[in-house]
C-alpha cells in the first residue's frame, strides 16, 4: 500500500493552520468543524481498515496521561448516553466511531477513536490514476475517507501553554489479524481558544522572537493559513517504523 495523507478541507470550515520550523498547528474554536480528508489506496489484499485518532500531550512528562475534557465541559456536553464520548476532548460525526481507552500500541490509556472504513462506499468514490504513481499501485483505487472533527475544550483547560500541548496523532490500521498493524502515521499540534487568531499571532512573535535570539543559523520563517477559503494542507502519512508503533 503506499502512504496515506490527511488533508484539512478549508472549503467547509473555519480554522488556521501555522506552520513553523517543521512543526504544523491548527488553531480552532470550540466546538467548531474542522474536516479530515484520509486519502489512500484500498490493497487487492482484503484488510479490516481502520483510522484511529489519539489526542496525545506534546510533554514527555505527559505522554502515559490520556487527554480528557475538564469538568465543565464535559458536564457542558449534555445528555451524551456514552460515557467515554462525554470525557473525550475530541468527537467526530461518524456515528460508527468506537470511542475507548484501549488500543494498540498505545502508551498508557489514552482515549482513543476507532473509524471503521466502509471499502465498498470507498471503492465506488475512488479513482484509478494519478501523476507520480509507480506502475505496481497503478491497478489500486485512491480513496478519500472524509473526518468531520471537533474539539471540545480550551487547551488552557489543561494547563500552562507549554504543559498543556496536545498533538492529534492519526494512524491508519488493519484490524484483520489478532494484532493491528499501523499502515501509516502522522500527527499534527492542536490548540482549540476562543481567540485562534490572537493566539497565532503570538505564537508568532514568541517564536521568531526567540529564533531571532538563537545564534544558530539564520530565522526561522512562519506561515498561517487564513481562516476561510479555499485550499488544503497536507500531512503525509508515512510508512511506520519502530518508533511510530510506540505512539
Given at each position: 500500500?503506499?502512504?496515506?495523507?490527511?488533508?484539512?478541507?478549508?472549503?467547509?470550515?473555519?480554522?488556521?493552520?501555522?506552520?513553523?520550523?517543521?512543526?504544523?498547528?491548527?488553531?480552532?474554536?470550540?466546538?467548531?468543524?474542522?474536516?479530515?480528508?484520509?486519502?489512500?489506496r484500498i490493497p487487492l489484499t482484503p484488510m479490516n481498515l481502520a483510522i484511529r485518532l489519539v489526542p496525545l500531550f506534546v510533554s514527555p512528562q505527559r505522554w502515559c496521561d490520556p487527554v480528557l475534557r475538564c469538568a465543565n465541559h464535559t458536564e457542558a456536553s449534555g445528555p451524551e448516553k456514552d460515557i467515554i464520548k462525554r470525557r473525550s476532548f475530541l468527537t467526530v460525526s461518524s456515528p460508527d466511531t468506537?470511542?475507548?481507552?484501549?488500543?494498540?500500541?498505545?502508551?498508557?490509556?489514552?482515549?482513543?477513536?476507532?473509524?471503521?472504513?466502509?471499502?465498498?462506499?470507498?471503492?465506488?468514490?475512488?479513482?484509478?490514476?494519478?501523476?507520480?504513481?509507480?506502475?505496481s499501485q497503478e491497478s489500486l483505487l485512491l480513496v478519500t475517507e472524509s473526518i468531520t472533527c471537533r474539539l471540545h475544550c480550551f487547551s488552557s483547560c489543561f494547563g500552562s501553554e507549554?504543559?498543556?500541548?496536545?498533538?492529534?496523532?492519526?494512524r491508519l490500521?488493519?484490524?484483520?489479524?489478532?494484532?493491528?498493524?499501523?499502515?501509516?502515521?502522522?500527527?499534527?499540534?492542536?490548540?482549540?481558544?476562543?481567540?485562534?487568531?490572537?493566539?497565532?499571532?503570538?505564537l508568532r512573535d514568541r517564536l521568531l522572537s526567540k529564533s531571532c535570539g538563537s545564534s544558530e543559523g539564520p530565522p526561522a520563517t512562519a506561515k498561517?493559513?487564513?481562516?476561510?477559503?479555499?485550499?488544503?494542507?497536507?500531512?503525509?502519512?508515512?510508512?511506520?517504523?519502530?518508533?511510530?508503533?510506540?505512539?
Open positions: 500500500m503506499s502512504c496515506m495523507f490527511l488533508l484539512f478541507d478549508q472549503t467547509k470550515c473555519f480554522f488556521q493552520v501555522f506552520e513553523m520550523g517543521g512543526i504544523r498547528r491548527l488553531f480552532v474554536n470550540l466546538n467548531r468543524c474542522f474536516t479530515l480528508n484520509a486519502t489512500f468506537v470511542y475507548s481507552f484501549t488500543g494498540p500500541k498505545l502508551r498508557g490509556d489514552h482515549l482513543n477513536l476507532c473509524i471503521p472504513i466502509n471499502k465498498l462506499r470507498s471503492a465506488a468514490s475512488g479513482v484509478k490514476e494519478e501523476d507520480n504513481v509507480s506502475s507549554e504543559r498543556g500541548r496536545i498533538e492529534l496523532v492519526a490500521e488493519d484490524l484483520t489479524g489478532p494484532e493491528p498493524i499501523i499502515l501509516g502515521m502522522d500527527r499534527v499540534e492542536v490548540r482549540c481558544s476562543a481567540t485562534p487568531s490572537r493566539d497565532i499571532n503570538r498561517a493559513s487564513p481562516m476561510s477559503g479555499p485550499g488544503r494542507k497536507n500531512l503525509m502519512l508515512t510508512s511506520t517504523d519502530s518508533s511510530a508503533n510506540s505512539q
